[in-house]
């Protein structure tokens, strides 16, 4: 099957919701002109990091998922709305969704592998998001997510197909290793995007943002590399830069049934012990 995939590079005004979210939306009506069948945006991208700013960010009433709600229905377009920090009863989490064409909500993941400065303000999330569209199984992490292969394993053993990874990834992620070299963590990034869309037979969608980071306890530039990885064609298509830019890629999602012929990886996983 075929599917149309819009990816933003989004460059965030840090702290302003609402300029951001009037960016966003043209970003949808381009992408619903070009007949685009989704959607994806970068993590934090409506309000940029927001830290411990969390009474004056955090969204307590699903503000913002019902916002994309309304624009995927209007444009008719299945939409990511990149990831939103939410207050919930039971604590605070990092959360992103699957909105389909219709405005109805297919999928929620709350991110479970917090980078290491969220785990001071944010709660773990505890479950792996895999589900049915129209397009195959697809599953949703978030950017510190890509490190981890144990999740993609789960998500391969109840049938994924593509995985959705929002992002916001600085150079200086890296810290210490920058002195090794100045790109550690753009060469992390794009050797995971290739090598878990091949070690798991899935289309992987990397929608990283861009631009600055200017806080009073951290400086950083966004490393972009937005880009959609496939087994056998590895990248099928980059931004090899950090600016702000919307790519729009057709891809088959037959290659996947081809990848298992060959390597036979999703039959294993599920027979194997280990």
Same mark, same amino acid.
């Given at each position: 099957?075929?599917?149309?995939?819009?990816?933003?590079?989004?460059?965030?005004?840090?702290?302003?919701?609402?300029?951001?979210?009037?960016?966003?939306?043209?970003?949808?009506?381009?992408?619903?002109?070009?007949?685009?069948?989704?959607?994806?945006?970068?993590?934090?991208?409506?309000? /940029?990091? &927001? %830290? *411990?700013?969390?009474?004056?960010?955090?969204?307590?009433?699903?503000?913002?998922? #019902?916002?994309?709600? !309304?624009?995927?229905?209007?444009?008719?377009?299945?939409?990511?709305?990149?990831?939103?920090?939410?207050?919930?009863?039971?604590?605070?989490?990092?959360?992103?969704?699957?909105?389909?064409?219709?405005?109805?909500?297919?999928?929620?993941?709350?991110?479970?592998?917090?980078?290491?400065?969220?785990?001071?303000?944010?709660?773990?999330?505890?479950?792996?998001?895999?589900?049915?569209?129209?397009? /195959?199984? &697809? %599953? *949703?992490?978030?950017?510190?997510?890509?490190?981890?292969?144990?999740?993609?394993? #789960?998500?391969?053993? !109840?049938?994924?197909?593509?995985?959705?990874?929002?992002?916001?990834?600085?150079?200086?992620?890296?810290?210490?290793?920058?002195?090794?070299?100045?790109?550690?963590?753009?060469?992390?990034?794009?050797?995971?995007?290739?090598?878990?869309?091949?070690?798991?037979?899935?289309?992987?969608?990397?929608?990283?943002?861009?631009?600055?980071?200017?806080?009073?306890?951290?400086?950083?530039?966004?490393? /972009?590399?937005?880009?959609?990885?496939?087994?056998?064609?590895?990248?099928?298509?980059?931004?090899?830069?950090?600016?702000?830019?919307?790519?729009?890629?057709?891809?088959?999602?037959?290659?996947?049934?081809?990848?298992?012929?060959?390597?036979?990886?999703?039959?294993?996983?599920?027979?194997?012990?280990?």
């Amino acid at each position: 099957m075929k599917v149309k995939i819009a990816v933003v590079q989004f460059e965030i005004n840090q702290y302003e919701p609402d300029y951001n979210l009037m960016k966003a939306e043209k970003f949808i009506a381009q992408a619903t002109e070009s007949r685009s069948d989704i959607i994806i945006f970068p993590e934090d991208f409506i309000t /940029g990091p &927001i %830290g *411990l700013r969390l009474e004056e960010f955090a969204d307590n009433s699903q503000k913002y998922c #019902k916002h994309f709600q !309304k624009l995927a229905k209007q444009y008719k377009i299945n939409i990511v709305p990149g990831s939103i920090i939410e207050k919930e009863k039971l604590g605070i989490y990092n959360t992103t969704y699957y909105i389909d064409s219709e405005g109805e909500v297919k999928g929620k993941y709350k991110k479970i592998n917090l980078w290491h400065p969220e785990k001071l303000y944010l709660n773990r999330g505890n479950e792996i998001s895999v589900f049915n569209t129209k397009f /195959g199984k &697809i %599953g *949703l992490i978030i950017c510190w997510d890509l490190m981890f292969p144990e999740i993609f394993r #789960k998500m391969l053993r !109840k049938g994924v197909n593509i995985v959705i990874c929002t992002s916001y990834w600085t150079f200086e992620d890296a810290s210490i290793g920058l002195k090794y070299d100045k790109n550690s963590d753009l060469n992390l990034v794009d050797s995971l995007c290739i090598a878990r869309a091949f070690e798991n037979e899935i289309i992987l969608v990397y929608a990283n943002a861009s631009g600055k980071l200017e806080l009073p306890n951290f400086q950083g530039k966004l490393l /972009g590399h937005s880009q959609i990885t496939t087994p056998f064609l590895g990248t099928l298509k980059k931004l090899d830069h950090q600016k702000e830019e919307m790519f729009i890629q057709e891809v088959d999602t037959d290659i996947l049934k081809d990848a298992e012929r060959a390597y036979k990886i999703r039959y294993d996983i599920k027979n194997r012990l280990l």
